[in-house]
């Protein structure tokens, strides 16, 4: 076993490593999402290889994961995608705490243990805590179980957070210290209240960041974990998912023109509607579904922009048709992606991927940008704050400076919105107002279908 365990350890970590490759593109992440699968099976079982007693909990703990995790994996409709992932996310989190609490108890507050496992179990459960509880509450803002907006402590938030954070540690050394799990049960605690008092005061616009923040600590407390428990498989797929998470996290706080700090510190997103700076009550065009059609079908290029509406109608299948037939008729077809669109790291792609919509049309924000200006119809499905140009022009806007998808400098824009409602950062779209807008309310994939039957009787 000294020797095969290993071994089977370097295989599943390489095959995490190689599987993570393959998720860098749609036509390759199903592949790499089964080869890092079977990377983690190898690992579970290389794992059991060394266990010699407990074996009933065991298989009790892997039966009952097992009947939880899959019906709600294959059940979960793709619009309630990001609740799960910050739901399973925050699970591994605190498996991760459990976990330390466990070790604390089975080496006697650490007794004899070598001080950088002693340091490794604290920090996981520290981190792991904090990323349970956070994710609950993320999970909890996405499912609209809690409010959108930020629910905070107003000034005395930060230093409130400090204070607990300090508080968490001291307790992490008096555990040590003393051996009495009185003080892990206080750390867990502490860190359970951080958890939650930093996800709370973040808004609904900032979810998408926060999502992959923590996704980022459970990574890390999961590595720390490894580390004291010298298991390599847990340090490299800990270390894979926190480097990928933290990666991830500031490239999309620099795409909303953020900082991580920032994000953390909260109060945007979520808000109440935000009315026009010049107090003037504006009006909307609304437009028809045959003129729609008329529109697009003689155009030369139609930009696509999705956003949250298209996920909740399930549009995509139904866009995919129309641009189909846009094709049919010699339209160029093309999809701009905002990184933060949705409510999860690449929610737009995902939908998009399901629908086959080729990859090569799916064209990023600073690459897309250049193109609204000879672009004679944009469609904007469901996404508001990634489209609004306040963020270019006006500076007292709370989301002014955020890049967005220049969707304004297109001759003609339509719009597809249930309602006049303000997007998940609760902030009012001039863009709604443009003499070159106008509204097709409805349900988006209702409308979409009817603009498609349209272009078919043209």
Known sequence: ?????????????????????????????????????????????????????????????????????????????????????????????????????????????????????????????????????????????????????????????????????????????????????????????????????????????????????????????????????????????????????????????????????????????GGGLVASDDGVERTVKSTSASDAAIQMAYASQVIVVPGYGMAVAQAQHAVKDMAKLLEAKGVEVKYAIHPVAGRMPGHMNVLLAEADVPYEQLKEMDDINGEFARTDVTLVIGANDVTNPAARKDSSSPIYGMPILNVDESRSVIVLKRSMNSGFAGIDNPLFYADNTAMLFGDAKKSVGEVTEELKAL
Do not use: C
């Open 1 to 269: 076993m000294d020797v095969l365990v290993p071994i089977l350890y370097i295989v599943a970590f390489s095959l995490f490593i190689y599987g993570l490759m393959g998720l860098t593109g749609p036509k390759t992440a199903v592949r790499g999402n089964k080869i890092a699968a079977v990377g983690m099976t190898i690992a579970v079982l290389a794992t059991l290889l060394l266990v010699t007693h407990n074996w009933l909990l065991i298989i009790v703990g892997l039966v009952v994961g097992t009947l939880l995790g899959v019906p709600s994996a294959r059940q979960v409709k793709m619009t309630a995608m990001p609740q799960m992932v910050a739901l399973f996310n925050g699970v591994g989190g605190g498996a991760v705490a459990l976990i330390a609490w466990s070790e604390f108890r089975s080496t006697d507050g650490f007794a004899e243990e070598a001080l950088y496992v002693v340091i490794a179990s604290l920090f996981a459960a520290i981190v792991g805590s904090v990323s349970f509880w956070g994710s609950l509450i993320a999970f909890g803002k996405l499912q609209e179980l809690l409010p959108g907006r930020p629910i905070g402590l107003g000034r005395a938030q930060q230093g409130v957070n400090a204070l607990l954070l300090v508080a968490a540690v001291v307790s992490a050394v008096l555990s040590y210290r003393s051996g009495a799990e009185l003080w892990i049960i206080a750390l867990l605690l502490l860190a359970a209240l951080l958890g939650v008092l930093v996800v709370l005061p973040i808004g609904g616009a900032d979810m998408p960041v926060v999502i992959s923040l923590l996704n980022a600590l459970t990574g890390l407390s999961a590595a720390a974990a490894g580390l004291a428990l010298d298991n390599t498989a847990m340090i490299v797929a800990g270390m894979i998912v926190g480097a990928s998470g933290s990666i991830l996290t500031n490239q999309m706080a620099v795409a909303m023109n953020r900082t991580i700090p920032a994000i953390v510190a909260g109060g945007f997103g």
